[in-house]
């Protein structure tokens, strides 16, 4: 998606460089997320705080900035040394916007001195509040996803304790041990065979159900042949 975002932007913009941050709310700081110039070491690094340089302006004031000559003279500009785009002439930044609520910011440079036309600006700014949106969803859903990984884990876990409870009952009875002493065994032997606590635990209790089933028909066998 933020390919999609850099590449129309670029078409709409006829630019020579863009940049998208998004928004980390926990840090309340936006990070480098995408490029048109390769910039490996940054994305995902490279940070600018609310309201700091014209990003941050941006982004506080949901409000485009247009620079068309000399950006970086701009008081507000703040300048990275690893950004050969802030060495451009003209600058033009958008708000990525989701029902009201920032969620990252689009830099478009120019090397030469470039006007940005009302058109322009007002096609940017489209492409910034759908494309806003767009995040915002992904986002919920990676993260209902995550969610709904971590319940899954959690009813797995839940599953082996109770199948681990249930073994060492059956060990306890069938040799006499302590809780502990049979949790002791259960752990060593799976170390020893290098099988999972739950993969030993059902083993164990498939074993005893098998048993407890050969048992009862042998008994039913036997009463069969008394009467």
């Keep these: 998606m933020l390919g ?4 129309i932007t670029a078409q709409v913009t006829g630019c020579d460089a863009c940049l998208v941050y998004l928004f980390d709310a926990n840090a309340n700081e ?4 995408a490029s048109q110039v390769p910039h490996a070491a940054e994305i995902g690094t490279l940070r600018i ?3 700091e340089g014209v990003t941050g302006w941006v982004a506080e004031h949901k409000s485009a900035v247009a620079l068309s000559e000399k950006a970086n003279a701009d008081q507000r500009f703040l300048r990275f040394p690893a950004l ?3 060495t451009y002439e003209a600058f033009l930044s958008v708000p990525l916007v989701a029902a009201g609520e920032i969620t990252g910011v689009i830099n478009v440079h120019h090397r030469q001195p470039h006007q940005h036309t009302s058109e322009e600006i007002s096609l940017l700014t489209f492409v910034g509040e759908q494309m806003g949106g767009a995040l915002s969803r992904a986002r919920l859903e990676v993260e209902n996803q995550r969610l709904q990984e971590e319940a899954l884990e959690m009813k797995r876990q839940l599953e ?3 199948l681990v409870e249930r073994a060492k ?3 306890q009875l069938k040799f006499s041990l302590t809780e502990e002493e049979a949790y002791l065994r259960l752990h060593n032997e799976s170390r020893r065979l290098r099988r999972s606590m739950r993969d030993l635990a059902e083993a164990i209790i498939l ?3 098998l048993a407890r089933k050969s048992l009862d028909s042998s008994m039913l066998g036997n009463e069969s042949l008394s009467d």
């Design 207 to 209: 074993t005893e159900d």
């Design 169 to 171: 009952g059956i060990l």
């Design 84 to 86: 050969v785009e802030d």
């Design 160 to 162: 082996t304790r109770k």
């Design 49 to 51: 705080g609310m309201g």
């Design 4 to 7: 999609e975002i850099v590449g």
């Design 30 to 33: 936006f990070v480098l997320m």
